[in-house]
């Protein structure tokens, strides 16, 4: 050590020590604030997927009630034979066996006899396809035009014609095609497939895709994604790989957008686009092999999923997976056909829902998936036995939202694909897509896709606020809908009626009415106020908002109100099924039918006087129809508290994404519905 | 005393009721486990301000013999209790940062560049990642000036934490 000017060289040390201070302080400060914006994103993020399972529980839980009621009822009781023929009409319109000959299928889906008028001026096609005109779709998409029923339909027959001739296993060869591009979920989100197409350009010899199911529903351009997919795949059959996800199925595009996409945006020729697309799913190969080394399938696999049986089933015969292939006693007029199912029906059928519904999880062994109500929960110990017998090293799937658009999991053996970024709100998550070169070695790609309009340069903290927000308005219409019961729950922790409850008591009532396995100590302050000892008051859960329904007569309670708010997913897709000829429109007779399934289905007496009534005032024309339509949207929860900034961000980026949305398609009922 | 004592036994219960729900929310897998990278966050989430070396003392505590990756939830919560219970880590106060923020303003400017506050923040202490520094700037920097105004940030994430 020399001796410099050694006061300066003090305090020059000083000095460096303490901005070394100063650096360390701020940083542990900086951590510890991006932390707690961690822990509330991912909180909100458990609110959306548990809300998302919720609902495809829900829909299962009908679907197995329709299953039932086929099967069960008593036929010689008036009231249920009259329901049971309502819902065969409908279930056995589309032909569970397909009996239904080619001549017959062809004559129902028509296109030759539609004309195209020149006030047309989407995109128009010719087959075989071009390069040309599939460059002209996607130009024609991005510009908002809609393709004409005409040209839709000649796209789903060629598609249908193609489809037939593939195997229910793709095969694809790396040593031929050298790398591969695979895409998870896109539900309808066509700003996302232009993003992979930007980002990836368009299929072609040198650019294979595979595309892992599940590209409608939910979002609003399902029809688009689906054309373009198909068009795709005409133009290089060999390079582009389509498998079925759980959503290419009628049963689940009731309820969950498609079809009220379809019907909005074909009119008098929806039932044809409509029917001809569930058939086109139905004809979808069920997973692709790549190197005999990476099996790729949009759910997953359970301990009794065999390759071989996947690989020599019919799957044409499902067409949906959700309705069992076999007849169902007294469902048919068929009557040569016994309605026992064999063994063998049932376990073949399994196979199929397994690999469309299933999710992996930590815990080893398989059990059945409770979460969304179908297929399985597959562990490690599955995953290794599935990929040693039968010499494989990795499975690629999709079927989950993952916050960076992929994920590994069962230590690297299973991969998770999913490209529908801002799935649940702006900013919830990125999509992604894979790179799979000759060495067998994931890369990714990750995107989130903004309108440029919404493309102002938000912080963290705001992106965070706003996921937040349009989380918790979601989970209180969840609150809300359930309120009868709820307080019912509480009253069970409050037998004197103070109004008011210890915190962990209200956690555990909470969690038994809604079983969504959520921080309900962390939501608390979201949700319900306390008071001067820190109890909640339950009061406070409730009186924020109202279920506003601009059809409530006199006489209705508002418990009618409630039920009907909170089973509208099910009520509409009641609806759905009963409205024979997809107009929209169902006669009194068939409402009050849809609420009496309603109310078999959720155990819960729902009054016949207050329907009847609530049925006459519906029937505004007085012409003995109802808009079901307008009557589901009529619906809406009313926030009466002032709203923060956050949630007027989060409501106006919504209604902006409804704006944009296709003019013809009506936007769900209430704006924050994202389900 | 009988006070005293059944409000210190419901207070425990209290701090392990958020210790639990702190960890459940990273708990991925529901097994009662969370990988060992995001034990951090968790700490930090439940309001410790602890630096990246005091952090990686609490992990030897609590790691298994066998390194695994995972951190179980009993050792968690024991060490965590005792760690709330004696107020450790606690945050600094708005003034203290505020000071900090100027000691880095060596020129007393009143504001600090990019430039700046990147070179210390990746540098100084225990530096940032490069997506840690890109988080902080998008939220420090001032839209219209291009710098950082530290005294409207460190009041505005003041505010924040209320």
Known sequence: ?675 | MADEKESSESMIADVQKRITDAFDIFDHESNKTVDVREVGTIVRSLGCCPSEAELHDMLEEIEEEEPTGYIRFEKFLAMMTHVLMERRYKPSPEDIILKALMTLDVEHKGHLTQEEITKYMTTEGEPFTPEEMEEMLSAAVDPDKGVVLYKDYASAMALEET
């Open chain 1, 1 to 675: 050590m020399g001796c410099g000017p050694s006061k300066s060289g003090e305090s020059d040390m000083g000095k460096s020590e303490k901005l070394m201070k100063a650096a360390l302080l701020i940083q542990k400060w900086y951590r510890r604030y991006s932390a707690r914006l961690e822990a509330r994103r991912i909180s909100a993020w458990k609110i959306y997927q548990s809300i998302e399972y919720a609902g495809e529980q829900d829909q299962l839980k009908l679907y197995n009630f329709f299953n039932n009621m086929l099967a069960f009822l008593p036929p010689d009781q008036n009231s249920n034979q009259h329901l049971s023929s309502v819902i065969t009409a409908r279930f056995t319109a589309g032909a569970v066996t397909r009996t239904e000959s080619e001549q017959e299928l062809l004559k129902h889906t028509d296109y030759t006899t539609i004309r195209v008028t020149s006030s047309y001026k989407g995109p128009r096609l010719t087959f075989p396809l071009s390069r040309y005109q599939l460059t002209t779709l996607v130009e024609g998409f991005k510009r908002g035009k809609t393709l004409h029923a005409r040209f839709l339909l000649e796209l789903l027959h060629n598609t249908r014609q193609l489809l037939k001739t593939k195997a229910n296993v793709n095969v694809v060869n790396l040593n031929i095609t050298k790398q591969l591009t695979i895409c998870g979920d896109l539900h309808g989100k066509i700003d996302d497939l232009f993003t992979i197409f930007y980002k990836n350009g368009l299929p072609g010899p040198d650019n294979p895709y595979i595309f892992n199911g599940d590209f409608v529903d939910r979002g609003n351009h399902s029809v688009e994604v689906a054309a373009l997919l198909f068009a795709c795949l005409l133009l290089f059959p060999n390079d582009v790989h389509i498998n079925r996800g759980n959503h290419e199925d009628s049963v689940m595009n009731m309820r969950y957008g498609f079809m009220k996409e379809v019907l909005n945006k074909y009119k008098d020729h929806g039932t044809k686009v409509f029917t001809l697309f569930e058939e086109v799913f139905s004809w979808l190969p069920l997973a692709t092999m790549i190197d005999k080394k990476i099996f790729v399938v949009h759910g997953g696999i359970s301990d009794n999923t065999t390759l071989f049986s996947l690989e020599t089933l019919d799957r044409h015969k499902y067409i949906s997976v959700l309705k069992p292939p076999y007849q169902i006693e007294g469902g048919n007029s068929e009557a040569n056909d016994s309605g026992k199912p064999k063994m063998s029906e049932i376990i073949e059928w399994k196979q199929v829902l397994d690999i469309l519904w299933s999710d992996p999880k930590t815990q080893l062994g398989c059990s059945p998936n409770s979460f969304r109500g179908g297929g399985c929960y597959f562990g490690a110990d599955v995953t290794d036995k599935f990929l040693r017998s039968n010499n494989l090293k990795l499975i690629i799937r999709s079927h989950e939202c993952k916050r960076d658009g992929y994920e590994y999991t069962h230590y690297k053996q299973v991969l998770t694909i999913f490209s529908a970024s801002n799935y649940y709100e702006e900013g919830s998550n990125k999509g992604a897509y894979i790179k799979l070169g000759q060495d067998h070695k994931p890369e990714f790609v990750q995107y989130m896709t903004t309108k440029a309009s919404r493309g102002r340069n938000i912080s963290i903290r705001q992106r965070v606020g706003i996921i937040e927000a349009s989380a918790i308005r979601n989970l209180k219409e969840r609150i809300f809908a359930s309120g009868l019961e709820l307080k019912q729950e509480f009253q069970k922790f409050d037998p004197e009626n103070t109004g008011r409850l210890h915190v962990m008591d209200w956690c555990c009532a909470m969690e038994n009415v809604l079983h969504m396995e959520l921080p309900w100590r962390t939501l608390r302050e979201k949700l319900v106020d306390v008071d001067a000892d820190g109890k909640v008051i339950v009061t406070t859960m409730f009186d924020f908002c109202q279920i506003h329904c601009n059809f409530t007569t006199a006489q209705e309670g508002p418990s009618l109100t409630e039920t009907l708010y909170r089973n509208k997913d099910s009520l509409g897709t009641i609806f759905r099924i009963i409205d024979k000829d997809n107009s929209g429109s169902i006669s009194m007779q068939e409402f009050e039918d849809a609420c009496d399934i309603l109310s078999r289905h959720i155990g819960h007496e729902i009054s016949k006087e207050q329907v009847v009534d609530l049925a006459r005032c519906l029937d505004i024309n007085k012409d003995g129809q109802i808009d079901f339509n307008e009557f589901l949207e009529a619906f809406r929860l009313v926030d009466q508290r002032p709203r923060t900034d956050e949630e007027l961000v989060s409501l106006s980026l919504t209604s902006m994404s409804d704006k944009e949305a296709d003019l013809l398609s009506r936007s769900s009922g209430s704006t924050v519905n994202i389900i």
